[in-house]
């Protein structure tokens, strides 16, 4: 079992930044591929980005490439999210999510393990 708790979502003005954060505590955390995902309002739980544990290579969805940085600290437990130029449409709750693999996936359902979630509200 793997338990998953993110912090550090909060109110921003577009153009502004947050970095989120996701501690994992249970079973190991050093075999598995981490994932961001974010849910707005009356949609689907949507890909943001993932990361591999035993390289770090990592995967975006085009609407944050270039924003938006994953990245982990194995010996801390920890994934993070740094999140730049922030749009009103990037407003949505934000999940962690740890896959069964270390393999870079983009759909919720190859995600065996969810936080609760971070709210983030970028105002216009």
């Known amino acids: 079992q793997v338990q998953l708790v993110e912090s550090g979502g909060g109110l921003v003005q577009a153009g502004g930044s947050l970095r989120l954060s996701c501690a994992a505590s249970?079973?190991?955390?050093?075999?598995?591929?981490m994932g961001w995902f974010r849910q707005a309002p009356g949609e689907e739980r949507n890909f943001v980005a993932a990361i591999t544990w035993s390289d770090g290579s990592t995967y975006y969805a085009d609407s944050v490439k270039g924003r938006f940085t994953i990245s982990r600290d194995n010996a801390k437990n920890t994934v993070y999210l740094q999140m730049n130029s922030l749009k009103p449409e990037d407003t949505a709750v934000y999940y962690c999510?740890?896959?069964?693999?270390?393999?870079?996936?983009?759909?919720?359902?190859?995600?065996?393990?969810w936080g609760q979630g971070t709210q983030v509200t970028v105002s216009s």
């Open positions: 999510g740890a896959g069964g693999a270390d393999v870079l996936v983009h759909v919720p359902y190859e995600y065996n393990y």
């Open positions: 249970g079973r190991t955390f050093n075999s598995y591929a």
